[in-house]
């Protein structure tokens, strides 16, 4: 799937990339559900480890299923 969003250009986000937008979308899916922790790791292409310290990065908390 592509997405493609228009941001204008402000000197305080010239940081974005697309490694960024793709984490923090990623993140976002994942906290609310929307994507499973498997699918966040191969769309990030990271470990479970790494999607945890990715959550933290953009201070969301991991999901958990209760029992």
Do not use: W
């Amino acid at each position: 799937m592509r997405i493609t969003i228009d941001i204008p250009d402000f000197e305080s986000i010239t940081t974005l990339d697309q490694s960024y937008l793709t984490e923090a979308l990623t993140a976002i899916l994942y906290h609310n559900g929307r994507i499973s922790e498997r699918q966040a790791c191969i769309i990030t292409g990271t470990t479970r480890r790494g999607l945890e310290k990715l959550m933290q990065k953009f201070d969301l908390e991991v999901p958990f299923d209760l029992p």
